[in-house]
């Protein structure tokens, strides 16, 4: 199967979903490399798999454990790396954007 | 016997002994060991922290303890290196990408839980690619690690770091991870031996994620027998690690001793095909013949799947990496751009700390399961690995072990794939293939080249069967 070249709009819908920003320059290399890559694995098409289901690596069950309280990160902790004040995480507001 | 060799120079095993007998102290060894990275690291830069005055303290703190006549943990006194995709508190943690530059881990994971239980000295943190993501560490946010047997080379990835370290004296042993081949790859590159555990053997918990379903913990160390040794400690089940296996753990060092008489080897047809380099090919059939002196028998055998594995791998690796790469969001934890709106944090965060590897991976993982697309790529290649588990799993009735090249090629030089993404993808293409189907791989050096670079060979094994990956490669090096 040969995979058109991806388009620079097809780049720019995948890093949006992928929540990163590319520089003009990556979107014109990450087009080309993308589409030999994807034209690459998609040769796992080309294998007759019928009703094959994968499983897990190690066929294990169900794994429970007893739900009891552990020992977890203290809020210092959990907080300590980012920018935070009187144990919360401080971010930009979300409510009131132009979008 | 005294040992004459350097003190960093020692194995594991040959540490102890002397460390046991008070010949030498833990804080000694220690020493030798900074000294010795203090001494390579301008050249080699295999560590991105070195962890000198942890490693003191708790180098110190096994002498007062044998002083005092305390019990000692099996590993007492050990002077190691880890990953720097593990969490051990209070030092940074990268995973070798500039979006977790300066992340500082606020908790332990268990494998240096249980290495700090058996009294290792931790010395520092070692170079890789960005998770995980390369065959050469050149990917890595920080720097490009030398190989020390030959420093215009690669040491291999994405574990490079560790494997360099261990190469050079830069602690007796490392910790490291392998997805897709990032233990195996630089062990056989610099010459040692390096386990990748079967899936579930031990906990990742701690453990910065790259593809949850491949990832596994294990050891790089310079002989078979220290891996079996590091393997006792760190394997079994974790209560915060669901995937951690209760599969009781054998007693390795008991395996390793057993004859091999008898025994059956078994040697994929598919790997030994075109792409394979024919020195690497002369000197693993040099090992193949040593296994018959043994008492071997050799069978041919086929695993029909090889060629699609490797794009197997490579659709739900990067599907997984891009799922779990989501958190680094600029918001919680590593790097931050200061920008308006919460989405600009995460976009210039991102675009600004990501790699051109890691933004390839998670590209392609989004793709593989964007709507439209995921029976096509996803499920595709999940329906390819059952299949892939069933060739190995079928071949394995018939024969005890596998045994193929690591890599296909030699260590090659800082700088030759770099150009070609998928074809420094495609390199992995013997050590990936156990990933998916969570089989335990134990790489073993098998010889060298002319020009002395080194030729690693892969043995696989059924699932939890690490035992006898070490009763054959120890029997392997104790018969070269």
């Given at each position: 199967m040969s995979q058109?070249?991806?388009?620079?709009?097809?780049?720019?819908?995948?890093?949006?979903?992928?929540?990163?920003?590319?520089?003009?320059?990556?979107?014109?290399?990450?087009?080309?490399?993308?589409?030999?890559?994807?034209?690459?694995?998609?040769?796992?098409?080309?294998v007759e798999t019928g009703a094959a289901?994968?499983?897990s690596q190690v066929d294990t069950k169900n794994v429970f454990k007893d739900d009891v309280p552990g020992v977890s990160l203290s809020q210092t902790d959990a907080v300590s790396q980012t920018k935070n004040k009187n144990g919360y995480i401080l971010i930009n507001r979300v409510i009131n954007e132009k979008h | 016997m005294k040992n004459t060799k350097k003190l960093f120079a020692l194995t594991v095993k040959e540490a102890l002994a002397m460390?046991?007998?008070?010949?030498?102290?833990?804080?000694?060894?220690?020493?030798?060991?900074?000294a010795r990275i203090k001494e390579m690291e301008p050249e080699i830069q295999a560590f991105i922290t070195v962890t000198a005055d942890i490693a003191r303290a708790q180098a110190k703190a096994v002498d007062a303890k044998r002083i005092k006549g305390e019990k000692l943990g099996a590993l007492a006194g050990i002077p190691f290196s880890m990953?720097?995709?593990?969490?051990?508190?209070?030092?940074?943690?990268?995973?070798?990408?500039?979006?977790?530059?300066?992340?500082?881990?606020?908790?332990?994971?268990?494998?240096?839980?249980?290495?700090?239980?058996?009294?290792?000295?931790?010395?520092?943190?070692?170079?890789?690619?960005?998770?995980?993501?390369?065959?050469?560490?050149?990917?890595?946010?920080?720097?490009?690690t030398k190989n020390p047997l030959d420093t215009s080379?690669?040491?291999?990835?994405?574990s490079g770091g560790a494997g360099a370290a261990v190469a050079y004296g830069g602690g007796l042993f490392a910790i490291a991870e392998d997805t897709g081949g990032s233990i195996r790859c630089p062990a056989a590159f610099c010459g040692l031996a390096g386990l990748k555990p079967t899936y579930g053997r031990v906990s990742r918990y701690g453990a910065i994620a790259y593809a949850s379903s491949f990832d596994t913990v294990g050891p790089i160390a310079k002989t078979v027998e220290d891996a079996a040794l590091i393997m006792q400690i760190i394997a079994g089940k974790d209560e915060l690690d669901a995937t951690s296996s209760d599969f009781a753990?054998?007693?390795?060092?008991?395996?390793?001793?057993?004859?091999?008489?008898g025994k059956t080897i078994g040697l994929p047809k598919e790997y030994f095909g075109e792409g394979l380099e024919?020195?690497?090919?002369?000197?693993?059939?040099?090992?193949?013949?040593?296994?018959?002196?043994?008492?071997?028998?050799?069978?041919?055998?086929?695993?029909?799947?090889?060629?699609?594995?490797?794009?197997?791998?490579?659709?739900?690796?990067?599907?997984?990496?891009?799922?779990?790469?989501?958190?680094?969001?600029?918001?919680?934890?590593?790097?931050?751009?200061?920008?308006?709106?919460?989405?600009?944090?995460?976009?210039?965060?991102?675009?600004?700390?990501?790699?051109?590897?890691?933004?390839?991976?998670?590209?392609?993982?989004?793709?593989?399961?964007?709507a439209g697309y995921q029976d096509q790529y996803y499920k595709k290649a999940q329906?390819?690995?059952?299949?892939?588990?069933?060739?190995?799993?079928?071949?394995?009735?018939?024969?005890?072990?596998?045994?193929?090249?690591?890599?296909?090629m030699l260590p090659f030089k800082i700088g030759d794939n770099t150009a070609d993404p998928l074809q420094m993808w495609l390199a992995d293409v013997f050590t990936v293939t156990l990933n998916p189907t969570g089989l335990p791989g134990l790489t073993v050096n098998a010889g060298f080249s002319k020009e002395h670079l080194p030729v690693g060979m892969q043995l696989i094994a059924p699932h939890f069967k690490e035992e006898v990956l070490f009763n054959f490669g120890y029997q392997y090096e104790q018969n070269i």
């Amino acid at each position: 199967m040969s995979q058109p070249k991806l388009t620079t709009a097809e780049i720019e819908k995948l890093a949006e979903l992928a929540k990163i920003q590319l520089t003009a320059g990556e979107k014109e290399k990450f087009a080309t490399q993308l589409t030999a890559i994807l034209e690459y694995v998609a040769t796992v098409n080309s294998v007759e798999t019928g009703a094959a289901v994968f499983k897990s690596q190690v066929d294990t069950k169900n794994v429970f454990k007893d739900d009891v309280p552990g020992v977890s990160l203290s809020q210092t902790d959990a907080v300590s790396q980012t920018k935070n004040k009187n144990g919360y995480i401080l971010i930009n507001r979300v409510i009131n954007e132009k979008h | 016997m005294k040992n004459t060799k350097k003190l960093f120079a020692l194995t594991v095993k040959e540490a102890l002994a002397m460390l046991n007998s008070q010949e030498i102290s833990a804080l000694e060894l220690t020493e030798a060991v900074l000294a010795r990275i203090k001494e390579m690291e301008p050249e080699i830069q295999a560590f991105i922290t070195v962890t000198a005055d942890i490693a003191r303290a708790q180098a110190k703190a096994v002498d007062a303890k044998r002083i005092k006549g305390e019990k000692l943990g099996a590993l007492a006194g050990i002077p190691f290196s880890m990953k720097d995709v593990y969490n051990t508190k209070g030092v940074q943690a990268t995973a070798g990408s500039k979006v977790l530059e300066g992340y500082i881990s606020p908790y332990n994971a268990t494998v240096y839980e249980k290495l700090l239980a058996a009294d290792a000295v931790l010395v520092g943190k070692t170079n890789c690619d960005p998770f995980g993501f390369g065959t050469s560490t050149e990917n890595s946010g920080y720097q490009v690690t030398k190989n020390p047997l030959d420093t215009s080379r690669v040491p291999g990835g994405s574990s490079g770091g560790a494997g360099a370290a261990v190469a050079y004296g830069g602690g007796l042993f490392a910790i490291a991870e392998d997805t897709g081949g990032s233990i195996r790859c630089p062990a056989a590159f610099c010459g040692l031996a390096g386990l990748k555990p079967t899936y579930g053997r031990v906990s990742r918990y701690g453990a910065i994620a790259y593809a949850s379903s491949f990832d596994t913990v294990g050891p790089i160390a310079k002989t078979v027998e220290d891996a079996a040794l590091i393997m006792q400690i760190i394997a079994g089940k974790d209560e915060l690690d669901a995937t951690s296996s209760d599969f009781a753990v054998p007693n390795y060092q008991e395996s390793l001793a057993k004859p091999l008489k008898g025994k059956t080897i078994g040697l994929p047809k598919e790997y030994f095909g075109e792409g394979l380099e024919a020195e690497v090919k002369e000197v693993i059939m040099q090992a193949v013949a040593r296994f018959e002196k043994l008492g071997c028998q050799v069978k041919k055998i086929s695993l029909p799947l090889t060629e699609y594995a490797i794009a197997a791998y490579y659709v739900i690796a990067p599907s997984e990496a891009s799922s779990n790469l989501a958190r680094y969001s600029g918001i919680r934890f590593g790097h931050q751009v200061p920008a308006e709106t919460w989405k600009d944090v995460m976009m210039q965060s991102r675009g600004t700390g990501f790699g051109a590897e890691e933004k390839r991976r998670i590209m392609v993982g989004t793709y593989a399961l964007s709507a439209g697309y995921q029976d096509q790529y996803y499920k595709k290649a999940q329906k390819v690995r059952a299949l892939l588990k069933e060739d190995f799993l079928r071949a394995l009735t018939e024969v005890d072990v596998i045994l193929s090249p690591t890599m296909p090629m030699l260590p090659f030089k800082i700088g030759d794939n770099t150009a070609d993404p998928l074809q420094m993808w495609l390199a992995d293409v013997f050590t990936v293939t156990l990933n998916p189907t969570g089989l335990p791989g134990l790489t073993v050096n098998a010889g060298f080249s002319k020009e002395h670079l080194p030729v690693g060979m892969q043995l696989i094994a059924p699932h939890f069967k690490e035992e006898v990956l070490f009763n054959f490669g120890y029997q392997y090096e104790q018969n070269i």
